[in-house]
Antibody, heavy 117, light 107 residues
Framework: QVTLKESGPGILQPSQTLSLTCTFS??????????VGWIRQPSGKGLEWLAN???????YYNPSLKNRLTISKDTSNNQAFLKITNVDTADTATYYC?????????WGQGVMVTVSS | DIQMTQSPSFLSASVGDRVTINCKAS??????LNWYQQKLGEAPKRLIY???NLQTGIPSRFSGSGSGTDYTLTISSLQPEDFATYFC?????????FGGGTKLELK
């Protein structure tokens, strides 16, 4: 059974760095073709793809945020991470991680992050 | 970037109805189109992958079709558990992009 669970700080202030963790089970990021991606959804708005990381450490970022994003993984501990630097109120959203087996199949329930002074 | 225009944004229907939801891409996405269902507080669930392939465990009343720039999700006979939000995702090219979503409500 594949499960993913996101965790994050809940609330942070503008200009801080947002650190998110995706802890998963039921698959390994050392398996050929596997990956984890991050997606976000501001309240009442659509979904925005942020970044992907694959089993071979290949990474793709959304160009609209590329300079602020860093995705990484810890294969041994079944975790993936996303950092977003210099956050602003526009980064307030629910953040999801999802397994990639060529494309997103299983998703986590999401974690809400609020950026507020 | 490929823009995905999803329609309608809202849809009111009754149990037993046949409904269709559309996604139009700004360029050819070569059938690399997935459909997902999202219920409040739950993880999104994949229904269809690569246009017309039913995810394991998803009822056969869900189906997908399309090619080129135009894609459709059809629910043949709505069940009470189908009232949710649906969205499409293109993964033909980066950045992957989503449709705006369709909220399916009980009439």
């Amino acid at each position: 059974q594949v499960t993913l669970k996101e965790s994050g700080p809940g609330i942070l202030q503008p200009s801080q760095t947002l650190s998110l963790t995706c802890t998963f089970s039921g698959f390994s990021l050392s398996t050929y073709g596997m990956g984890v991606g991050w997606i976000r959804q501001p309240s009442g708005k659509g979904l925005e793809w942020l970044a992907n990381i694959w089993w071979d450490d290949d990474k793709y970022y959304n160009p609209s945020l590329k300079n602020r994003l860093t995705i990484s993984k810890d294969t041994s501990n079944n975790q993936a991470f996303l950092k977003i630097t210099n956050v602003d109120t526009a980064d307030t959203a629910t953040y999801y991680c999802a397994r990639i087996y060529w494309v997103f199949d299983y998703w986590g329930q999401g974690v809400m992050v609020t950026v507020s002074s | 970037d490929i823009q995905m225009t999803q329609s309608p944004s809202f849809l009111s229907a009754s149990v037993g109805d046949r409904v269709t939801i559309n996604c139009k891409a700004s360029q050819n996405i070569n059938k690399y189109l997935n459909w997902y269902q999202q219920k409040l507080g739950e993880a999104p669930k994949r229904l269809i992958y690569n246009t017309n392939n039913l995810q394991t465990g998803i009822p056969s009343r869900f189906s997908g079709s399309g090619s080129g720039t135009d894609y459709t999700l059809t629910i043949s006979s709505l069940q009470p558990e189908d009232f949710a939000t649906y969205f499409c995702l293109q993964h033909n090219s980066f950045p992957w992009t989503f449709g705006g979503g369709t909220k399916l409500e009980l009439k």
